[in-house]
């Protein structure tokens, strides 16, 4: 099995579009034109796993101005990334992360995340992270955890899925 993470491009549009929509309800997956904006606005911020050929999974980012009060508004889903990323901003925001089902537990998500995050730290003047996950995404809490994410804000009924689930806002200092 080959296995490698890099820097998603444009061709890659139709396997991370397949990951997104095998990964979230219908009303959450972001569509095509989001992915995109993001790999032209900020490449660095958007890796893929890929596995013997195929996309296994993917994560975005945006570097954002820090600010100690969460504007709950930048983290609209399919927000466009030219209105909320600065390169020089000292955030990173993790806009999302998903690995195709067959691959999940064995450790290629929190394979994908440690990447970016070294990778950004390396190479850009970051002091914090932060990210939006919902209660029922007990993987991706587990990871958040495990790195030292704390909860710092809680917007209820946030996600237009059946439940209506509640969205975790939680951060890292660097
Ligand atoms: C979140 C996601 C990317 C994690 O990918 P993954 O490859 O399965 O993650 P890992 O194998 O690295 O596992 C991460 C942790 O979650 C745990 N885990 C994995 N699947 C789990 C499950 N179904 N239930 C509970 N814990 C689970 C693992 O045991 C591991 O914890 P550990 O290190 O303490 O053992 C993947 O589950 C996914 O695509 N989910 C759907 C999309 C999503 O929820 N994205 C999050 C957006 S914020």
Redesign the pocket.
Known sequence: MKISIRNAEKEDIEGIMC?EHR??HTNIAENSDTFLERIESFSDGFLVMVIDGEIA?YISSELWDYSENIETEKFVLGHNITETHRNDGKELY?S?????KK??????????FSELVSRIYRNYEISSII????VN????R??YE?NGFKEIQVIKYFFDDDEKSDAIIMRKQM
Do not use: H
Not at 103 to 112: E, M, P, Q, S, T
Not at 131 to 134: E, K, N, Q, Y
């Open positions: 990951v990964s979230f999974g993790i999302s992360i998903a690995v195709l691959y999940r537990g064995k450790g290629y998500g929190n394979a994908l990210l939006m996950v919902s995404w007990i993987a991706a587990k990871i495990k």
